[in-house]
């Protein structure tokens, strides 16, 4: 094909290829197959889904997506160490809803480990190299070196496992505690794309492709996980955890989600940001 020219029919069958579930690199694989040219197809799907609709993958790459194997729809999975409950499991956006994935104790010795290093918590600044604190997310958290203790390596290695990515593909566990009134605002955990930071960020294991926030206790009321694109709210139940996943870092994957103002006792929860590649 010579010419090749991005017309608003191949912008609009994009959309639909991406909005009945797609992954942005299957698109530009049959968009190549049938002829397309790769920087042309390339430069559409930035045009119809966001800069980096194709996330270009970093050395090492794992391909594909975390994903837990719910083929047969087994209701407890084998996590290595322990039986995982699958409590609900939706496929676009990929959100999974697991019970028993830590155990009472477990959470009581993370929360343990945690209080003694809570600080106020921080999130990516708008506009320079760096963080700070945000109105958005007034809770308080910290974060432990991977592998940092048995507890936190046994709890990795099985996530690693039921979510089958490696466990040098994941951040370290971050801790937060929310009080009453605390909340994080709706946002999406992947880099965003057009900010001056993230090209330094993605330097270090790539961009963020999936999330397993893992509830430490039971709030009594409020603070569930919200996904307001889809109106799923996930109660905050203790050794209970919900999985989302992303292909691409744009708001089309509708991953938009957030923790609901906490009404009454405290909330924590874990959260285990996964990469595309080896994060040191
Ligand atoms: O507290 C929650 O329910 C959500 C936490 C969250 O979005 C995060 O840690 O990125
Ligand atoms: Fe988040």
């Not at 197959?33 to 800069?51: N, T």
């Not at 926030?213 to 955890?241: E, M, Q, R, W």
Request: glycine residues 10%.
């Amino acid at each position: 094909m010579s010419q090749q020219v991005i017309t608003t029919e191949l912008c609009e069958w994009i959309t639909e290829q991406s909005r009945v579930g797609h992954p942005s690199e299957s698109i530009l694989a049959a968009m190549t197959g049938s002829g397309w040219d790769e920087g042309i197809a390339r430069q559409a799907l930035a045009r119809v889904l966001g800069q980096s609709a194709t996330l270009t993958a970093p050395p090492g790459a794992t391909p594909g997506l975390p994903e837990p194997e719910l083929s047969r729809f087994s209701p407890v999975l084998h996590a290595g160490d322990r039986e995982v409950k699958v409590v609900m499991a939706m496929r676009q956006p990929r959100v999974v809803v697991f019970a028993d994935l830590l155990s009472h104790e477990e959470c009581d010795g993370i929360v343990a480990l945690a209080t003694k290093r809570l600080a106020r918590s921080e999130t990516v600044a708008t506009g320079a190299d760096g963080s700070e604190v945000n109105a958005a997310r007034t809770s308080e958290g910290m974060f432990f070196e991977r592998c940092e203790t048995d507890l936190i390596r046994r709890v990795e290695s099985r996530i690693a496992t039921l979510l089958r990515w490696p466990l040098d593909h994941g951040e370290g566990l971050q801790v937060l505690r929310y009080r009453p009134g605390a909340e994080y605002q709706p946002h999406y955990d992947y880099f965003d794309p057009g900010h001056v930071s993230t090209p330094n960020i993605l330097k270090r294991g790539g961009q963020r492709v999936a999330t397993l926030v893992i509830y430490l206790n039971t709030p009594t009321a409020g603070g569930s996980t919200i996904f307001p694109d889809i109106g799923l709210d996930v109660a905050p139940l203790k050794g209970h955890a919900v999985f989302f996943s992303y292909d691409r870092p744009h708001p089309s994957t509708q991953s938009l989600h957030g923790g609901s103002p906490v009404l009454d006792g405290e909330k924590w929860v874990a959260t285990k940001w996964l990469r595309q590649g080896v994060f040191n």
